[in-house]
C-alpha cells in the first residue's frame, strides 16, 4: 500500500493527513497521489489552494513539455478537485472555497479543453443541465458541469430559469440521455416534477434518465418527482450520471 | 384571570369551509396579535400560534382572493388582500404580505424579474461590482416595490387591528447577493473579504430605512433575513462578517426582530441568539429540540414546518402530525419554514392553525396558559 511519504508534494501530503477520514478514500487517494509525476501534484495543490494563475502556468508547462492534456485533467485537475470535494462534504470548506478551486480548474480546462475536443475523443455520453424555471441559482449546476465534464461527459448547459418544454427540446435536439436538473428555493423544486410531465407528455420519458439535486432537494423528493437518481454534490453528480449512462446507452 | 377575548368572529370563509362545528380553542383570552407578539418574546400564551413568516401565498389562495402573482407583487391592494388569506381562510395569527425577495433589491435599481402567476420574482442581472458605486436613490421609499409593500401594510394595520402583520427585510448580505451576484459575492469573501465588509456598510442604511419604513407602516415584527446558510458559508463566515452589525441592526431597529436563515443552521444558532434577535424563524433540517437547547432563553424559536415533503406533498394529517412533533419540542411557534410552493394546497397549510388549537388544549393544565411538556431525556435539553 502506498504511504504519504510516497507524495513528493508537501502540500498534499497535509491535505490527505488533515481532512480525509475514510479508509477507502485515504488509500484511493494516497495510491493516486504516489502514482502522478511531482508536477501533476503541484497542479493538484495549487487547485486545491484555489491559485489560479499558478494553474494555469503549470498546466501550460506540462503541456509544452509533453504532458498529455488527458493526464493533465485526471492526475492533476480533477485529482484535486476529488480533495476538494472530500472536503465540501465533511464540511472543512463551503461554497466560497469550493468556488475558488473551481476558478483554478477553469484556468486549466481553458487549455486541455480544445485539445481534447480536437483530438476525438468519444465522450461517455450528452447530459443537459439546467436549473428548473423559476430559480435563477446556478452555483451548483455549474460545479456539476465543471466536473461532468471533467468526468468525459459532453454536458448542454440551459442556464437557469429553465422551462420544461425548453428542457424536451434540448434532448430532441442533442440526442441525449442524460438530464440534471438543480433547484435552490423550495418553491421552485416543484417544477422538476412538471419538467419530468412534460417529458412523459412528450412521449420520451422512458428513454432519459434525470438526475436532480440542490440544497433543499433531499432523495426522497427525487423519488416523489419520478426522478432516477438525486446526487448530494458534484462529485455524487458524476457518479450518478455515469451510473445511470449505463442504463440508457 | 381575563374573560374571553370578544374580538371578531371566527372569518365567514372558514366557516363556510370548515362547518358550522368549527370552533375556535375554548377560553382562548388573547388576540392574534399579542399572542404573537408574546410569543415572539418568549412570553405567555393561552395558545401556541400558527404563523406565517415568510409566505403562505398558493394558487388556491389567489383564487379566493382574486389576487394574482406577478401583480399583487406591486399592487398594494392585491397585495394586502392576497396576504389576509393567510388569517381569513387558514386561521394563522399573522399576516405576512411581502412575498417576494426583491423588496430592497428592485428598490435599488437590480434588474428584477417579476415571476409568473406560478413563478417567483428573481432578480436576473447583477448591476454592481464596486461597493463604492453603490448609492440609495433619492425616491427608494416611493419606488414600486415599496410603494406596494408598505400600502398593503398600511391597509393590513387598519383591516386587521387583533392579528399580528409580519414586514420584511432582506439584510446587506442577502441584498448582495442580488445586486453583486451570489458566485461573485462568495468568491469575495475570500479573494477580498475587505470589499466584502464595505458592501455590507454602504449596504446596511437601505436595509434599515426599510426596517423602519415598514414598522413605520404598521408592522409589529420585521423579518430580517440574511443568507449566511451552511449550504453556502462557514459559520465562522457569519462570525466574521455578519455578527457585529447584527448587534447593531437589533439594537438600531426600533422594533421586534425575526432573523430567518435557510437550511441547517445548527452550527450557528448561537452566533444568532448572540446577535439579538428576539426570535430566529428556522428551518426543518434543524432538530427542534437541539435548536432550543441552544438558543435557550436567549432568543424565541418560530417556524420548523418543512415545506417540500411535508407541506407540498404531504397530507393533512402528515401536516399535523409534523406540527404536533415540533410543537412537543417546545418551540415559541409553528409555520412554514420558508415560503411555501405556490402548488401547496390550502386544505393541507389549515393543518398548521388546528393542531395549534389542539395542542395547546391538551397543554393547559390552569384552562389558561399552554405549559410545554418537558423534553425527553434522550432528546436534546435534560427533562428537570
Known amino acids: ?249 | 384571570m381575563g374573560s374571553a377575548w370578544k374580538g371578531p368572529a371566527i372569518s365567514p370563509a372558514i366557516v363556510k369551509r370548515r362547518g358550522e362545528n368549527f370552533t375556535r380553542l375554548t377560553g382562548e383570552w388573547m388576540t392574534p396579535r399579542r399572542r404573537f407578539l408574546s410569543a415572539l418574546y418568549g412570553g405567555r400564551v393561552d395558545k401556541v400560534p400558527a404563523m406565517t413568516l415568510s409566505s403562505v401565498v398558493t394558487l388556491d389562495a389567489m383564487e379566493i382572493a382574486d389576487a394574482w402573482f406577478p401583480e399583487a407583487h406591486l399592487d398594494a391592494e392585491q397585495m394586502a388582500r392576497l396576504a389576509a388569506t393567510a388569517h381569513e381562510e387558514l386561521g394563522l395569527d399573522t399576516i405576512m404580505p411581502v412575498f417576494h425577495s426583491q423588496l430592497e433589491a428592485d428598490a435599488l435599481d437590480a434588474a428584477t424579474w417579476w415571476g409568473t402567476v406560478d413563478n417567483w420574482p428573481a432578480t436576473n442581472d447583477h448591476v454592481l461590482t464596486d461597493p463604492e458605486d453603490f448609492k440609495i436613490p433619492s425616491d427608494y421609499l416611493n419606488r414600486p416595490s415599496f410603494e406596494a409593500a408598505l400600502g398593503a401594510i398600511r391597509l393590513l394595520r387598519k383591516r386587521y387591528p387583533d392579528v399580528g402583520i409580519v414586514g420584511k427585510v432582506y439584510g446587506p448580505w442577502s441584498v448582495g447577493y442580488h445586486l453583486v451576484g451570489i458566485e461573485n459575492y462568495l468568491m469575495d469573501t475570500i479573494l477580498d473579504p475587505d470589499k466584502i465588509r464595505r458592501y455590507l456598510e454602504v449596504m446596511l442604511p437601505a436595509c434599515m430605512m426599510s426596517a423602519h419604513a415598514q414598522l413605520e407602516a404598521g408592522a409589529d415584527a420585521i423579518m430580517w433575513a440574511d443568507h449566511a446558510n451552511r449550504e453556502l458559508v462557514s459559520p465562522e463566515t457569519y462570525r466574521d462578517f455578519l455578527l457585529e452589525m447584527h448587534k447593531e441592526v437589533t439594537v438600531e431597529m426600533g422594533g421586534p426582530s425575526i432573523f430567518h436563515c435557510c437550511g441547517e443552521t445548527t452550527d450557528r444558532i448561537d452566533y444568532f441568539a448572540e446577535a439579538g434577535w428576539d426570535c430566529f424563524h428556522f428551518e426543518s433540517q434543524v432538530d427542534p429540540y437541539v435548536a432550543k437547547e441552544i438558543a435557550g432563553d436567549r432568543m424565541s424559536l418560530m417556524g420548523n414546518i418543512n415545506n417540500p415533503t411535508t407541506l407540498f406533498s404531504g397530507t393533512y394529517e402528515d401536516t399535523y402530525e409534523a406540527c404536533m412533533k415540533v410543537m412537543q419540542a417546545g418551540i415559541n411557534g409553528i409555520a412554514p419554514e420558508g415560503s411555501v410552493p405556490l402548488g401547496t394546497k390550502n386544505d393541507v397549510l389549515m393543518a398548521l392553525a388546528d393542531s395549534a388549537r389542539d395542542y395547546s388544549d391538551a397543554h393547559r393544565p390552569d384552562g389558561r396558559l399552554v405549559v410545554h411538556d418537558p423534553p425527553p431525556a434522550d432528546n436534546g435539553a435534560e427533562a428537570d
Open chain 1, 1 to 249: 500500500m502506498a504511504q504519504l511519504s510516497d507524495i513528493a508534494n508537501e502540500f498534499i501530503r497535509d491535505e490527505i493527513e488533515e481532512f480525509l477520514e475514510r479508509p477507502e478514500e485515504i488509500e484511493r487517494n494516497l495510491a493516486l497521489f504516489s502514482r502522478v509525476s511531482p508536477a501533476m501534484q503541484d497542479i493538484a495543490a495549487a487547485l486545491i489552494d484555489g491559485d489560479d494563475v499558478t494553474v494555469d502556468r503549470l498546466t501550460r508547462k506540462a503541456l509544452d513539455g509533453g504532458v498529455g492534456a488527458l493526464e493533465i485533467m485526471d492526475d492533476g485537475l480533477i485529482a484535486g478537485m476529488g480533495i476538494v470535494g472530500i472536503k465540501f462534504r465533511e464540511g472543512y470548506v463551503f461554497v466560497p472555497e469550493v468556488l475558488v478551486s473551481a476558478r483554478a480548474m477553469k484556468a486549466g480546462m481553458a487549455h486541455i479543453e480544445p485539445i481534447l475536443a480536437a483530438s476525438g475523443v468519444e465522450p461517455i455520453g450528452t447530459v443537459i443541465m439546467g436549473t428548473v424555471q423559476g430559480d435563477l441559482h446556478d452555483i451548483g449546476k455549474n460545479l456539476c458541469i465543471m466536473m461532468l465534464r471533467g468526468g468525459g461527459f459532453t454536458v448542454i448547459d440551459l442556464g437557469v430559469n429553465t422551462s420544461p418544454a425548453e428542457f424536451v427540446a434540448a434532448v430532441e435536439e442533442h440526442s441525449a440521455h442524460l438530464i440534471g436538473m438543480s433547484a435552490l428555493l423550495t418553491t421552485t423544486m416543484p417544477n422538476m416534477a412538471k419538467t419530468v410531465e412534460a417529458f412523459k407528455d412528450a412521449g420520451i420519458r422512458e428513454s432519459v434518465r434525470f438526475m436532480v439535486g440542490g440544497a433543499p432537494v433531499t432523495p426522497e423528493f427525487g423519488k416523489d418527482v419520478g426522478a432516477d437518481g438525486y446526487g448530494k454534490d458534484a462529485l455524487a453528480c458524476v457518479e450518478l450520471a455515469k451510473k445511470l449512462a449505463v442504463e440508457v446507452n
